[in-house]
């Protein structure tokens, strides 16, 4: 069934199709809420599942160690080899900071978000006598503000050439019977439907096989809000050793769970280890019997994403203009599933901390004095 056009805005079917509007995906879940077959419910995964054993992950090594050193190493050559890119998630819909886009956002005096992810990633680079790309996926939301960031700031150092700026999809918001969720003036409400799209749009984008093209073979993927989360030559080398001993294709950076800790994390269903998001369990499932979670972090053989993924589309609610709207997303954790994956437990703490999200502004008011031991 093709959609009504005329029943919306002048300029709305152009506005979409420009963020890469998939017309006959979107019919599909509108049909699916009306008819009660995407709920709350069918974003619990089908199976039996279990909590995991300490012996599916490894601990990253002690940076002064001698295995340090050797995975260092091979982490260096590649990206001397120009082998290795970085792709920074830097969508969604600038909501939790007062409106503004959080990648351009000051997070240390001085300096954005975007701008100490920059700057690590040069780092790392310029240690290892090589170029690194940097691949921003932005959303609609995000996408001026942040070409705009970049261009004031010369691309804070990279090389020509070397800054690629992509944009996710885009969608409208639903009512809870399957219509077209309107806003307090009568427009559609759009978002960007979830991270599970920074893989399948680097590839429409064609970013992807240029990079493949040029000999790279591994992406470095991270969260703009994560500034733990660097180009640490160790983590590049722990993937390329085990993907060429052990055919992994993924690496995924997990953290100790500390209490109150919400979120994704590894789980066995059906006797098979992937990521699962923590609304996605089963409601008697006990979470917290899984002693670490997930903290999207990812190195990714360049070669295994040229293909596309079934990823479970989810239904999550949200407020918009006090009335209850419903957006359809994927995730990108969700990449475990479908390709084998070590996984890698990380610190949290000191300066050796990977993880350290800054999801509200008072998260970066109280972070302040740990995010300038993580990012000297």
Known sequence: MEMDWSTLPEGTRDFLESYGFDEIRFEQYKDDVARGRLTPESNI????????????????PKADSE??????????????????????????MATRFGGEVK?????????SF?????????KTARAADGEVPLFIMNSFATDQATREHFEAHKNFGFPEGQVHHYTQGISMRLTPKGGIFLDGEGKPSFYGPGHGDCLPFLRKSGLLSAF???????????????????????VI???????EKMGKAVTAELAPKWPGDQGGAPALVDDEFWIVEGFRFPPDFDQDSIPVFNTNTFTINA??????????????????????AIQIETLVGEITRFLDTHYLRVRRTGKECRFFPIK???DLEDGQEDLEVICS
Request: hydrophobic share 40%.
């Open 45 to 60: 995964v089908q199976g039996r599942v279990q909590a995991c054993e300490r012996e599916f992950w490894e601990d990253l």
């Open 212 to 234: 493949l093209e040029r000999g790279g073979k591994y992406i470095f993927l991270s969260n703009v809000d994560n500034l733990a989360a660097r180009l640490d030559p160790r």
């Open 360 to 362: 509200t502004r008072s």
């Open 303 to 324: 070669e295994a994403i040229d293909r596309s993924f079934d990823l479970t589309p989810c239904y999550v609610k949200k407020k918009v203009d006090g009335k209850e």
């Open 103 to 111: 990648g351009i956002v000051q997070a240390l005096p001085g300096k």
């Open 114 to 122: 975007l701008a100490l992810k920059c700057q690590s990633i040069l």
């Open 237 to 243: 080398g722990a993937h390329i050793k085990t993907s």
């Open 67 to 92: 295995e340090a050193e050797e995975l260092a190493q091979i982490g260096n050559e590649a990206i001397a080899r120009g082998e290795v890119g970085a792709l920074v998630l830097n969508g969604g």
